[in-house]
């Protein structure tokens, strides 16, 4: 069975850090693609930034460009968000998803972290 889950949300000032994780378990593929997804109160889920298992390419959406940063431990199958300079706007519920191109079943969530950045 696959599974995500998520770790290290929280409650933090404007200008805080956190890190964030994602651990996935229960397949062996070892190229695939985990993102982080961000859905604010009222807002519809926007992936906010991903990294490729198989060369470590990364995407981040131009709201956290410069402040987040994301980076995975293929031997643990863990993905880490970190997210420094943290904005009130940043506030919501963050998922990770695993996908693979050439298994589009293969397209998994986590129950997702809360974070909230007070101002």
């Known amino acids: 069975e696959v599974q995500l889950v998520e770790s290290g949300g929280g409650l933090v000032q404007a200008g805080g850090s956190l890190r964030l994780s994602c651990a996935a378990s229960g397949f062996t593929y070892n190229d695939y693609a985990i993102g982080w997804f961000r859905q604010a109160p009222g807002k519809e889920r926007e992936e906010i930034s991903c990294i490729s298992s198989s060369d470590g390419s990364t995407y981040y959406v131009d709201s956290v460009k410069g402040r987040f940063t994301i980076s995975a431990n293929n031997a643990k199958r863990t993905v880490y968000l970190q997210m420094n300079g943290l904005k009130p706007e940043d506030t919501g519920v963050y998922y990770c998803?695993?996908?693979?191109?050439?298994?589009?079943?293969?397209?998994?969530w986590g129950p997702g972290t809360q974070v909230t950045v007070s101002s």
């Open positions: 998803n695993s996908r693979r191109a050439m298994t589009p079943r293969h397209n998994y």
